[in-house]
């Protein structure tokens, strides 16, 4: 269905070329100062036609405030918000009238519900995500306020131009390696802690492509243009760290918190691949090296000294930084032509027309970020809704030490 969260809900609605697309939020906390810049910031970093690198689509993006908040202030009803679609061009799409677009999701959509929208993506067109973002930029502000949480997304690829070995190391060691080596070599170097802990938007902002290391960020650009003058397409990744996570957020079983990350991650559009912490690298390292050892940080709290675990084990945040990477493909719409067949069976070759992202990484980057918004915030509610119940009861003063923290060594 079109929703997701549990008291933190967000249904999202639109076509890409329909009247508007937009959101309803339900189970924000009443009483937050919120306004139309607050969200409009994040749709303005998500908005077509920011540069070369982007599909030319010229939307503004303007949400507009329907209900749920009087006075800049959230009524804990509610929110809905809506974004006109504008430069709608359906014309554009005629081929597509005959083909279903390989990899794309015309021919699934007609598989499932027997009828599609007649232009564009319908709903699987990326406009949907707007309705994704605004809601996250309402998690985001609240989760800014309350509990100081910072979330943070880059690109770490573009086709194979990475970030440097040091600060984003491959996922797996290209086979044919030494099999006796158990060094974890640099997965988890002091380049990318550093870069976790410090990145912001702003820095990421400085870049066309999101890659906030000067070097790559120019070879991705080129990387970039060859597929667009080829009229082909390239995909990437995009990395994301969730900073001042409190411990204790994630269900312990089904809805674990990295879970609920993964099924928001790969709910965005041209999503392949999910990686938490130390993902598939993990795998090639022995638990004597992968192991997070806890360290009493001199204030009572217990910390690690490492985190592979990216800020969740057993399900359940411990506190440290949740750091995860997502693949992204090639995007499906080029106008290169292409062999492939007609709905009708015929075979023909389909030169896509239109106005299509050659990368979508540099635009995914806010979207991820409001789905990790959404996720936290939904999480947060449900264990303070936990915590709350628990708090209302009569202290137990009679339980084993096994089953409590102890106090007096911290
Ligand atoms: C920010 C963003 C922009 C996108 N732009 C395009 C595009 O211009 N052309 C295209 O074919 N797909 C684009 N996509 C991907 C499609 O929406 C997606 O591939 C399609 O819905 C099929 O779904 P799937 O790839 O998840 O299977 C975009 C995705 C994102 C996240």
């Given at each position: 269905m079109s929703t997701f969260g549990t008291l933190f809900r967000v249904t999202t609605y639109g076509e890409s070329h329909c009247a508007s697309v937009g959101a309803i939020i339900d189970g924000c906390p009443p009483g937050l100062e919120l306004s139309a810049q607050d969200i409009q910031v994040q749709l303005s970093r998500r908005r077509?036609?920011?540069?070369?690198?982007?599909?030319?689509?010229?939307?503004?993006?303007f949400v507009q405030l329907q209900s749920g908040i009087e006075q800049g202030v959230t009524l804990g009803t509610p929110i809905a918000l809506l974004v006109k679609n504008e430069d709608?061009?359906?014309?554009?799409y005629t081929e597509t009238d005959l083909y279903p677009r390989p990899s794309h999701a015309d021919y699934t959509y007609l598989q499932k519900y027997g009828i599609k929208a007649s232009s564009g993506g319908g709903r699987s067109s990326a406009r949907e995500t707007i309705g994704r973002v605004a809601a996250g930029a309402i998690a985001e502000k609240y989760l800014k306020i309350v509990y100081g949480i910072e979330i943070v997304a880059f690109v770490s690829s573009v086709g194979k131009v990475h970030l440097p070995a040091t600060i984003a190391p491959p996922s797996l060691t290209p086979i044919n390696s030494d099999e006796e080596d158990d060094t974890a070599n640099d997965a988890l170097s002091k380049d990318l802690v550093n870069l976790l802990s410090t990145i912001s938007r702003d820095e990421v902002d400085k870049y066309p492509t999101r890659c906030p290391h000067p070097e790559t960020s120019e070879r991705m650009i080129k990387r970039i243009i060859r597929a667009k003058d080829a009229q082909d397409s390239i995909g990437g990744t995009v990395t994301c760290v969730i900073r001042n996570v409190p411990s204790g957020?994630?269900?312990?079983?089904?809805?674990k918190f990295e879970a609920s990350l993964a099924h928001a991650m790969l709910s965005i559009p041209a999503t392949k691949a999910f990686e938490i912490g130390s993902g598939f690298r993990g795998t090639e390292v022995p638990g004597s090296q992968h192991n997070d050892p806890f360290v009493?940080?001199?204030?009572?709290r217990l910390r690690t000294t490492s985190n592979w675990s990216g800020g969740i084990q057993g399900g359940i945040t411990n506190g440290e930084n949740v750091y995860f990477r997502i693949g992204f493909k090639?995007?499906?719409?080029?106008?290169q032509a292409q062999d492939t067949a007609k709905y009708d069976g015929t075979p023909g070759s389909l030169a896509a027309r239109g106005r299509h992202d050659p990368c979508v990484v540099p635009r995914a980057v806010p979207i991820v970020e409001a789905m990790a918004a959404i996720v936290v915030m939904d999480q947060l509610l449900i264990q303070n809704s936990r915590k709350t119940a628990a708090n209302l009861l009569p202290p137990i003063?009679?339980?084993?030490?096994?089953?409590v923290m102890p106090k007096k060594d911290f």
């Open positions: 077509p036609g920011q540069s070369d690198l982007t599909t030319p689509r010229n939307e503004k993006d709608q061009r359906p014309h554009d957020l994630g269900e312990p079983v089904f809805d009493n940080d001199g204030t009572g090639s995007p499906a719409t080029i106008s003063t009679t339980l084993p030490p096994t089953m």
